[in-house]
C-alpha cells in the first residue's frame, strides 16, 4: 500500500536554512493532509494540517503547501533550528469517512548547528 | 497541554499469551484509534472507534483483536493470542468533535507502547 510516499529517508540542513520536506499520493479521495514530527521514544506529534480546498497552511515557521494537480505536499520550515531535528511523518486521509490515516514512511532531518 | 496516555510503555509477553494495551484519550475528544508501527515501517491504521462501536478497521484487525471502551476514559486493545508479528510499538490516538462537517480535527497521539513477544 504505497498511497503516500516520502521518498527521501533524510534531509540535512545547516540551522538557519530552510527545510523543505516532500510527499506525494496517489488517492484522489484524499482531502485532509497533516504533518506529524516524532522523536525517539515518542508518539508522533501534530505539526500543521491543509484541507484540499487550500494550496497554503502557515502557522510560524512551518507552512504547508497542497498541488492537488500534482498530487504533491510539502513542509517548509524556515528557518530550520536544532531541535527541529526529528522524524516527519506525512498522513493523508478522506475527511468525510471515518478519519483513519495513511501514513507515509517518514523523512529524517538533522538540523545541524 | 491535554494528552493522550499509553500504559505500559513496555509489555514483554510470551507468544499465545493474551495482551492488553491501554490508552486513555484527551477527555473531550469522541474519535478514537489505534495504529502500530513494526521497526523500520510505516505507522499502520489498524481501528477506528466511534459512539461506542468499531468504525473501520484494517485487514490487520482480525479476530484476534478486539478495543473496548469500558468507561468514560479507556480505551483498550486487545490481542487474544499474540504472535511474534505482533511485536510493534502500538500507538493510540483520539480527536475533538467535527468542525462543522468534516473530519478537520488532527488526530493527538500517545507515547506508544512498545510489545515485544517472545
Known amino acids: 500500500d504505497q498511497q503516500v510516499k516520502q521518498n527521501s529517508p533524510s534531509l540535512s540542513v545547516q540551522e538557519g536554512r530552510i527545510s523543505i520536506l516532500n510527499c506525494d499520493y496517489t488517492?484522489?479521495?484524499?482531502?485532509?493532509f497533516l504533518w506529524y514530527k516524532k522523536y525517539p521514544a515518542e508518539g508522533p506529534t501534530f505539526l500543521i494540517s491543509?484541507?484540499?480546498?487550500?494550496d497554503k497552511n502557515e502557522d510560524g515557521r512551518f507552512t504547508v503547501f497542497l498541488n492537488k494537480s500534482a498530487k504533491h505536499l510539502s513542509l517548509h520550515i524556515v528557518p530550520s533550528q536544532p531541535g527541529d531535528s526529528a522524524v516527519y511523518f506525512c498522513?493523508?486521509?478522506?475527511?468525510?469517512?471515518?478519519?483513519?490515516?495513511?501514513f507515509g514512511q517518514g523523512t529524517t532531518l538533522q538540523v545541524k548547528p | 497541554e491535554p494528552e493522550v496516555t499509553q500504559t505500559p510503555s513496555h509489555q514483554v509477553t510470551q507468544m499465545g499469551q493474551e495482551v492488553i494495551l491501554r490508552c486513555v484519550p484527551i477527555?473531550?475528544?469522541?474519535?478514537f484509534y489505534w495504529y502500530r508501527q513494526i521497526l523500520g515501517q510505516k505507522v499502520e491504521f489498524l481501528v477506528s472507534?466511534?459512539?461506542?462501536?468499531?468504525?473501520?478497521k484494517s485487514e490487520i484487525f482480525d479476530d484476534q483483536f478486539s478495543v473496548e471502551r469500558p468507561d468514560g476514559s479507556n480505551f483498550t486493545l486487545k490481542i487474544r493470542s499474540t504472535k511474534l508479528e505482533d511485536s510493534a510499538m502500538y500507538f493510540c490516538?483520539?480527536?475533538?468533535?467535527?468542525?462543522?462537517?468534516?473530519?478537520?480535527?488532527?488526530?493527538?497521539f500517545g507515547d506508544g507502547t512498545r510489545l515485544s513477544i517472545l
Open positions: 490516538a483520539s480527536s475533538p468533535p467535527l468542525l462543522d462537517r468534516g473530519w478537520n480535527q488532527p488526530q493527538h
Open positions: 488517492n484522489s479521495m484524499f482531502d485532509y
Open positions: 491543509i484541507s484540499s480546498i487550500k
Open positions: 498522513a493523508a486521509t478522506v475527511a468525510s469517512n471515518t478519519g483513519k490515516l495513511i
Open positions: 477527555s473531550n475528544h469522541l474519535y
Open positions: 472507534f466511534y459512539n461506542n462501536e468499531i468504525s473501520e
